[in-house]
């Protein structure tokens, strides 16, 4: 069925150091992948999205990387900052269905 | 307007009673989805507009939930006879497009409060 599977749930980063997230589909059809940034009480906004006629995709700290045969793709956001503390789900369009998938989200934090 | 307007903000209702959400879209937005998001989760498909035709349905979870997009702008989503796990942030996004592989932009939301 159409599925979306997202992890880690949580994730702790100091200052400056990396995140990395990671996600799976399971719709070999989709095309889309989207990723959104939901601050606390706000609406999800989107941060970076990746067609599957590339691999990666760059803007500024944030990278999205695309696996088409394994059907996965990963968020990377680098040199992190307090700003990035938020909840972040990736999300697969099932374009068979007209609908976009999300994931369960991420809620990343950033130490001092 | 600015954005994605959706009201009303907040809604407490007892068990049982009919809600009704509201969803103004961006003006010339053609498609038209709304989720529902649980607390802590991530937001799970309902329905999907494309103007006034409801495309998809899948995700509403009964009979009890209908939405509709008659004039392919604003949008209302009708639950009836509410139960508690109705309670939930309920998402209207929008986007450009008529097809699903475009940018969404979400509402702030309301968020259904039912006892």
């Known amino acids: 069925g159409e599925n979306v599977e997202q992890h880690p749930s949580t994730l702790s980063v100091q200052e400056g150091d990396s995140a990395v997230i990671k996600c799976t589909y399971s719709d070999s059809a989709s095309n889309y992948f989207p990723w959104y940034k939901q601050e606390l009480g706000k609406r999800p906004q989107l941060i970076i999205d990746?067609?599957?006629?590339?691999g990666e995709k760059k803007d500024q700290r944030i990278a999205v990387t695309l696996n088409k045969t394994a059907k996965h793709f990963s968020l990377h956001i680098t040199e992190t900052q307090p700003e990035d503390s938020a909840v972040y789900f990736c999300a697969a369009e099932y374009s068979s269905a007209s609908k976009i998938i999300f994931g369960s989200g991420t809620r990343l934090s950033i130490r001092p | 307007g600015a954005g994605v307007s959706q009201s009303p903000r907040y809604k407490v209702a007892k068990r049982g009673q009919d809600v009704a959400l509201r969803c103004d879209p961006i003006s010339g937005h053609v498609s038209l989805f709304w989720y529902q998001q649980a607390l802590g989760q991530g937001p799970e498909f309902l329905t999907y507009?494309?103007?006034?035709?409801?495309?998809?349905k899948s995700g509403l979870p009964s009979d009890r939930f209908f939405a509709e997009r008659p004039e392919g702008s604003v949008s209302t989503l009708k639950i009836q006879r509410t139960q508690q796990e109705d309670s939930a942030v309920y998402l209207c996004a929008s986007s450009l497009a008529t097809a699903t592989n475009e940018k969404l932009f979400f509402g702030s939301g309301t968020q259904l409060s039912v006892l």
């Open positions: 507009f494309q103007n006034e035709a409801q495309l998809d």
């Open positions: 990746i067609r599957s006629n590339v």
